[in-house]
């Protein structure tokens, strides 16, 4: 089994910034892909960024220039620094490893 545990989230102002980290246990765990998702309220859950073992990272247009994904082997840790938050960045954050999920953290932006 793998465990993911979200933190970061929080209310904050359009233009903010905000850093979540999702940290990785269990005995099936090892350095894979990581990703983070996002799920609006009344919409379905989207991708937002992925950052592969060795460090390759991909995003979703929506947050291109805006989100930095990176993570952290020695300690199983993953990040998605955001900057210049808008309102519609409102959203639970989910991080993501195979087929497994953490428990979200959510993220409020106010305009």
């Known amino acids: 089994q793998v465990q993911l545990v979200e933190s970061g989230g929080g209310l904050v102002q359009a233009g903010g910034s905000l850093r979540l980290s999702c940290a990785a246990s269990?005995?099936?765990?090892?350095?894979?892909?990581m990703g983070w998702y996002r799920q609006a309220p009344g919409k379905q859950r989207e991708f937002v960024a992925v950052?592969?073992?060795?460090?390759?990272?991909n995003y979703a247009d929506s947050v291109k220039g805006r989100f930095t994904i990176s993570r952290d082997n020695a300690k199983n840790t993953v990040y998605l620094q955001m900057n210049s938050l808008k309102p519609e960045d409102t959203a639970v954050y989910y991080c993501?490893?195979?087929?497994?999920w953490g428990q979200g953290t959510r993220v409020t932006v106010s305009s």
């Open positions: 950052i592969t073992s060795s460090g390759n990272t």
């Open positions: 993501s490893y195979g087929t497994n």
């Open positions: 269990g005995s099936r765990f090892s350095i894979n892909a």
